[in-house]
């Protein structure tokens, strides 16, 4: 008897209405582990390389962890799986929230979506009952609309909704997908994916009961958990705080992104420190199933002009840098407003706010005109303009049209050296953090699958003091030596490569980083314990680890055959350049060949060829994926 996930997988062609179930084996899931782990195969062997990510041919692939659906602490979460409307290349997102854990309910590990509907669609899954439906009727929708009209259809208002909103019905190349209003699946444009399908929504409500193989054990993890993670320092700021304390940090490295990275601190910064976001807007917090952090944020704006449906939650720490620092937007009224549009739309605010910043800048300078935007004054700071970009994006009206493609799209088009303001990875808008700070989170940025990403790996300073809790309870995955935030060495490639096989883990399993060391207050010991208790299984670390590297590898093997090489993984020119202010102020600009080095190290490290980034032939078999890999490696 499987235990923790159901061995079934869900598969629905939307051009001629019909779906099946195929049924997947206690090995394969135990070998994957679930997400993007278990999504990647399907992938891989079903669609061909070079295929357009808007086309019926591409497929997009829901996948839960096997831990996804338990009722333990941290471990609500699911992956989106497709190829990457904005990238070219592998498209992977995680959410958490309620969605993936009802598809388990439902009785369902994974859902993969083929072909394309005629006309616009929406999925109902009530256990065995499966139905496409008329989305004509939602379609259009804000995703608040959508979601309440659909429930009503259903008569079920238990039934969970992960929706897309106009934003990917257009097809934005950066449009996410969300569930309940607050949980999104946000990078990579994969909503534009369910645009090009004709699917607005996937509606699911399960009522079969998870098996666990020791519920009593279970239950004393959580219960253990939920009395001690705010005694926790990381557990504490994120019930207190949730992300937004990271302001308060990079504001004290000159590192908050500034006016398009031009800059790391200004006089304003200071506003948008966390315990000033508590004092103005915040009104309650919010979590995912079964999780007792709570870290989400519910605010309210008492602006007229302005005014916020709390429901959509509040902006993250990504979003008050991406809406606000970096579009020079201080007033978190209006960070909250962007981010309640965004919701609504269903937009990725690091994207978005990233591909605003670089038009502002690109009107700066005089690339773009009044012409270009249609009398919007462009400027740094300008909020009414700010919003009204929002706006055009997701409409794709006037200069939305153009920034709805991304930056990297729309510098192309714009031409006359646009390119020079671009901050992008693999085509994607960099996150809030930057390199030069931390060189490992510039590894990360560099090698990630998807294009620039915060989440493959722990930030740097959770391996610079070695005796710190943090460094200690990652020496359980063979972490040993410390490693300064700024240095670029061997022994940092070797922690960020170890630490990068427990990240991606995790991810496969259903987890949030937010629950478990180092990030989190659960030890990684307890985890693993949690792990065998709800699945039956006799894991240890270094084989869970070895189902995250196997993840890795499906992607690189994935990017590989899209035409990615190792002149993808390289940093935008911004951070070879010395910091600007602060007090770092003429220094930390990175150096190229240092940087190269440090990735050849990461790419030995991984079992990769230390000059094209390509997984050898030896780690492929070793890991078991050499059916998956065609030409078996270098």
């Keep these: 008897m499987a235990y923790g996930y159901r061995n079934r997988i869900l598969r629905i062609n939307l051009t001629d209405g019909g779906h099946r179930i195929e049924q997947i084996d206690d090995d394969v899931v135990r070998k994957y582990l679930g997400g993007r782990g278990l999504a990647l195969p399907f992938l891989l062997r079903e669609t061909r390389p070079g295929i357009d990510p808007l086309s019926p041919e591409n497929t997009i692939i829901f996948a ?85 009209k659909i429930r009503k259809e259903l008569q079920d208002t238990k039934t969970r909704v992960l929706i897309i909103g106009p934003g990917g019905e257009r097809l934005v190349r950066f449009a996410n997908i969300g569930n309940e209003l607050g949980h999104y699946n946000g990078r990579n444009g994969l909503g534009a994916v369910m645009g090009s399908k004709n699917l607005k929504a996937v509606a699911v409500r399960g ?36 992300t937004s304390a990271t302001v308060d940090s990079l504001v004290g490295f000159g ?48 602006e007229s002009a302005l005014t916020v449906n709390s429901r959509y939650g509040g902006p993250e720490y990504e979003t008050i840098a991406a809406l606000g620092s970096n579009c020079g937007i201080y007033d978190f009224n209006v960070i909250a407003k962007g981010n309640e549009l965004a919701n609504r739309y269903g937009l990725d605010t690091i994207s978005l706010g ?48 153009l920034l709805a493609e991304g930056s990297c799209r729309a510098a192309e088009k714009i031409g006359k050296g646009a390119e020079r303001y671009l901050i992008t990875v693999k085509k994607q808008e960099v996150p809030m953090h930057d390199p030069r700070i931390k060189t490992g989170v510039g590894i990360g940025y560099a090698v990630s699958d998807i294009g620039a990403d915060h989440m493959v790996s722990p930030h740097d300073p959770f391996f610079a003091d070695g005796q710190s809790a943090t ?86 093997i994935y990017n590989h055959r899209e035409g990615f090489t190792e002149d993808d993984d390289r940093l935008p020119e911004k951070f070879t350049q010395n910091m600007k202010d602060g007090p770092y102020r003429e220094k930390l600009g990175i150096e190229k060949a240092g940087f190269y080095r440090m990735r050849s190290d990461f790419y030995d490290e991984m079992g990769w060829d230390r000059d094209t980034g390509y997984p050898t032939k030896e780690r492929i078999f070793e890991l078991g994926i050499d059916a998956l890999s065609p030409g078996g490696g270098t």
């Design 64 to 148: 839960t962890g096997a831990l996804t659906g338990a009722a333990g602490p941290a471990i609500p979460r699911f992956t989106a799986v497709s190829k990457s409307p904005l990238t070219g290349g592998l498209g992977a997102s995680e959410a958490g929230g309620f969605w993936g854990p009802e598809l388990k309910f439902a009785g369902y590990d994974a859902l993969i979506v083929e072909g394309r509907a005629a006309d616009p669609v929406y999925i109902s899954i009530r256990d065995d009952t499966v139905e496409i439906r008329d989305g004509r009727g939602v379609w259009g929708l804000e995703t608040l609309e959508a979601e309440e």
């Design 471 to 556: 460094f200690l309870g990652l020496k359980i995955l063979g972490v040993e030596h410390p490693a300064d935030i700024f240095e670029m060495t061997r022994n940092k490639a070797r922690n960020f490569a170890i630490s990068s096989r427990y990240w991606r883990m995790q991810d496969c399993l259903g987890c949030c980083h937010f629950g478990f060391a180092p990030r989190g207050s659960m030890p990684i010991e307890r985890l693993v314990e949690m792990i065998n208790a709800i699945t039956g299984w006799d894991a240890d670390i270094s084989e869970l680890m070895q189902g995250g590297e196997r993840a890795i590898t499906l992607s690189r």
């Design 354 to 401: 990233m591909t605003i910043s670089f038009a502002m800048k690109c009107y700066g300078e005089g690339l773009l005109t009044d012409g270009d935007t249609g009398g919007i004054e462009l400027v740094f700071g300008n909020s009414k303009a700010f919003l009204s970009a929002i706006e055009l994006i997701a409409k794709r009206e006037g200069i939305g049209d």
């Design 255 to 302: 590192a908050l992104p500034t006016d398009n990275w031009e800059t790391g601190v200004t006089g304003q910064s200071t506003d948008l420190f966390c315990d000033r976001y508590n004092e103005q807007i915040l009104t309650g917090r919010k979590g995912c199933y079964a999780c007792a952090v709570r870290c989400k944020r519910v605010v309210s704006v008492k």
């Design 207 to 242: 009522t079969n009961r998870i098996p666990i193989a020791d519920e009593e054990r279970l239950r004393e993890i959580t219960k253990e958990f939920a009395r001690t993670f705010k005694e926790n320092k990381q557990g504490w700021t994120l019930y207190e705080y949730g």
